[in-house]
């Protein structure tokens, strides 16, 4: 099973994001929030984002969604640390960070494999509105 | 040499604590307003770790200034000067700096930078004062210039990128989602960057 883990510069908004996917998660997909400074403001803290992936990775993959720049780099920067054979199975997705989480946990929880779930979140119907 | 760099690095960061107002002033005008808090954050505790120990060489020295801002910077600046440093951290000698060393720096510097952000010149960012900058390293290479030449134009060249930021518009970062309103500002990051290399060079000659 994929686990997830949902990078926003803004404590709350990852775990606000992390509460709206678990109401539809299946399973036993873990979800990690990971938000803000070690001291508690705006921001992202990239060893925050390497202890989570530690903690969480599988080998069935890890999805990361991530919502503004520095979070983005914050987490490129991350990938860049690991083992290769870790490094190849935890992807930044390239999705929108509310809907993404949502899709990711429920296609985790059936067991989907990473490559489906990227393909389900990165596609441009995750972002139509109308 | 590791003591002078320990002297340059201490010196950077004063030099961006004192600019913490003036940074996030630039900063609140076009983007998230957390520039120079940030900045400051990360060089303060930078100066508490070079203050508890002694570093043997040059490629420790700026590790731990890499790893230190990575850790404690919490915006974009932080992985962005963080991985520029931990590229310096590679290559940097411990023998007196010459111009050939100087360029490699710039170079790893640009590369990390561009590495996170993937901005090129012209986009009003940290590149636009640093690109001049180490081309103009290069110009002076190829004019045979002296190395102290070489740094007082270097120092000229990251200026004058700096100030050309106002007239750009931002493409990327926070600043880009004011699109057109970001014009008429200096970017806090170009000038971040500018304060941290004029220290640079005024330390070295």
């Known amino acids: ?3 997830i883990i949902l990078v926003s510069h803004v404590k709350e908004i990852a775990e606000g994001a992390k509460k709206l996917a678990e109401q539809m998660k299946q399973g036993d997909v873990e979800i990690i929030a990971v938000g803000g400074t070690p001291d508690g403001d705006i921001g992202t803290d990239p060893d925050a984002i390497e202890t989570a992936v530690n903690e ?14 520095s979070a983005i780099m914050s987490v ?3 990938l860049d640390w690991l083992e290769e054979e870790v490094r190849e199975k935890v992807v930044l997705a390239d999705a929108p960070f509310v809907e993404g989480a949502v899709v990711a946990a429920v296609e985790a929880g059936m067991g989907n494999k990473i490559e489906e779930i990227l393909e389900s979140i990165e596609s441009a119907d995750m972002i139509k509105k109308n | 040499m590791t ?6 690095i201490n010196k950077v960061a004063d030099v961006i604590i004192e600019n913490k107002k003036y940074l996030t002033e630039l900063d609140s005008a076009i983007g998230d307003g957390d520039h120079g808090i940030n900045m ?3 060089f303060n505790k930078v100066k508490e770790k070079l203050e508890a120990k002694d570093y043997e ?23 962005l000067y963080g991985t520029a440093f931990l590229n310096i951290s590679k290559i940097i000698p411990d023998a007196d700096f010459d111009l050939d060393s100087l360029i490699e720096i710039g170079e790893s510097a640009v590369a990390g930078i561009q590495k996170r952000g993937k901005a090129e010149q012209g986009e009003k960012t940290m590149m636009d004062t640093i690109i001049p900058a180490v081309n103009s390293l290069k ?8 190395i102290e030449e070489a740094l007082k134009q270097c120092k000229a060249k990251a200026e004058e990128g700096m100030k050309a930021t106002i007239d750009m518009q931002a493409t990327k970062g926070r600043a880009s989602y004011l699109g057109k309103r970001s014009i008429g500002h200096q970017d806090p990051g170009a000038t971040s960057s500018y304060l941290i290399i004029k220290t640079v060079v005024d330390e070295l000659y």
């Open chain 1, 1 to 3: 099973m994929v686990n």
């Open chain 1, 56 to 69: 969480i990775y599988k080998e069935d993959g890890v999805i990361i969604l991530a919502d503004l720049g």
């Open chain 1, 76 to 78: 490129n920067m991350v």
């Open chain 2, 3 to 8: 003591e002078k760099s320990k002297e340059i």
């Open chain 2, 40 to 42: 400051s954050k990360g």
């Open chain 2, 57 to 79: 060489s040059n490629k420790e020295l700026i590790k731990t200034v890499a790893m230190t801002l990575i850790s404690t910077v919490g915006g974009a600046s932080g992985p």
């Open chain 2, 139 to 146: 110009e002076s290479k190829e004019n045979g210039d002296n």
